[in-house]
């Protein structure tokens, strides 16, 4: 029969392991310390309880910056989704009879996935679950994968090259790469004749890509890079729409995916399928978290809009 002592550590294990769990998602003592609605002291003296119950050393403690020691990183990975289930577990039991009346859904995603990916999904969560706060933050690359990690957001919608060991992604739709340029540019003179339009047509004119920490302006310079091939570039823009206008003004051309083509562009298109591979946009989601009902629903609609 267990002690009382035993009894007291195992009722307290869930305070000791959220307390750590917040330290490693916050990054310090102080700030778990404000989102638990607790002093200093009494977190640290949380982490010290667990540490001597668990008989590890949780952190390698030098100065005011903490890391995980290799039995801490075990733990934290067996905690992250005992403490975010048992936090969200009324939300989820409610969830599995249909009911999902609150709680809050934070996305993360770059102008264009808001505007020619989102809103049907976006439309549809919205009138099944009303009564939930969907929030939507513009952000992309490295931006938004920070986010991701400290938990700011829930998930991420967007494209990505190359996926951190940290990050799983989940294709959900994919789109063809696009030549655009101004209505009688020589180029669309040239597709309109029948004529192929080569990259080594397109290297002869200046571009006009998103900032050059995005994923677009990789992929560009990759293509040209295999084909022993140079580009210039005459303006960096955020946002398809932003590089859309700015082609039509007859500013440069641009190589961008079909999912910016709305039909009521006043350009000339010219399919890429030859020189660039199809660009995917889908899910981008912290490894290891717990996807909340929320989420989870967010989720399904996505994937059942696109799937059709």
């Given at each position: 029969?267990?002690s009382d002592s035993?009894?007291y550590?195992?009722n307290?294990?869930?305070k000791?392991?959220?307390a750590f769990?917040?330290?490693?998602r916050?990054?310090s003592i102080?700030?778990?310390?404000?989102?638990?609605?607790?002093?200093?002291?009494?977190?640290s003296?949380?982490?010290?309880?667990?540490?001597?119950?668990?008989?590890?050393?949780l952190?390698?403690?030098?100065?005011p910056?903490l890391?995980?020691?290799?039995e801490?990183?075990v733990l934290?990975?067996?905690?992250e989704?005992l403490?975010?289930?048992?936090?969200?577990l009324?939300e989820?039991?409610s969830?599995?009879?249909?009911?999902l009346?609150?709680?809050?859904?934070k996305?993360?995603a770059g102008?264009?996935t808001i505007?020619?990916?989102?809103?049907e999904?976006?439309?549809r969560f919205v009138?099944a679950y009303p009564?939930?706060?969907?929030?939507?933050?513009n952000?992309?690359?490295?931006?938004?994968l920070?986010?991701l990690?400290?938990?700011e957001?829930?998930?991420?919608?967007g494209?990505?090259?190359?996926?951190?060991?940290?990050?799983?992604?989940?294709?959900?739709?994919?789109y063809?790469p696009?030549?655009?340029?101004p209505?009688g540019?020589p180029?669309?003179?040239?597709?309109?004749?029948g004529?192929?339009v080569?990259?080594?047509d397109?290297?002869?004119?200046g571009l006009?890509?998103?900032?050059?920490h995005?994923s677009?302006w990789?992929?560009?310079?990759y293509?040209?890079?295999?084909?022993?091939?140079?580009?210039?570039?005459?303006?960096?823009?955020?946002?398809?729409?932003?590089?859309k206008k700015y082609?039509?003004?007859?500013?440069?051309?641009s190589?961008?995916?079909?999912?910016c083509m709305t039909?009521?562009e006043?350009?000339?298109?010219?399919p890429?399928?030859k020189?660039?591979p199809?660009?995917?946009?889908?899910?981008?989601?912290?490894r290891g978290?717990?996807?909340s009902?929320?989420?989870?629903?967010?989720?399904d609609?996505?994937?059942?809009?696109h799937?059709?």
């Open positions: 029969m267990p035993q009894l550590y195992k307290n294990r869930l000791q392991l959220r769990y917040q330290v490693v916050c990054g102080s700030r778990a310390a404000e989102k638990l609605f607790l002093s200093q002291p009494s977190v003296l949380q982490i010290q309880a667990l540490e001597r119950e668990m008989e590890v050393v952190f390698e403690r030098r100065g910056q890391k995980l020691t290799p801490g990183e934290f990975k067996l905690a989704p403490v975010d289930g048992i936090d969200k009324q989820t039991f969830a599995h009879f249909g009911k009346e609150s709680g809050e859904l996305i993360g102008e264009s505007l020619y990916i989102m809103p999904p976006v439309r009138a009564k939930v706060q969907l929030k939507i933050l952000v992309t690359g490295r931006d938004g920070k986010m990690r400290s938990d957001i829930d998930f991420a919608v494209s990505l090259l190359e996926v951190p060991e940290d990050i799983e992604y989940k294709p959900v739709v994919n063809d696009m030549l655009i340029t209505l540019h180029l669309a003179e040239k597709a309109a004749s004529e192929e080569t990259l080594e397109v290297s002869h004119y006009i890509l998103p900032p050059s995005l677009t990789r992929i560009v310079k293509v040209f890079q295999q084909n022993n091939l140079t580009f210039t570039v005459t303006l960096e823009a955020g946002g398809w729409e932003v590089i082609v039509e003004l007859g500013m440069g051309i190589i961008v995916t079909d999912i039909g009521s006043k350009l000339a298109s010219i890429l399928t020189y660039f199809q660009r995917s946009y889908g899910l981008v989601l912290r978290r717990f996807m009902p929320q989420a989870q629903r967010f989720v609609i996505m994937e059942s809009v799937a059709g």
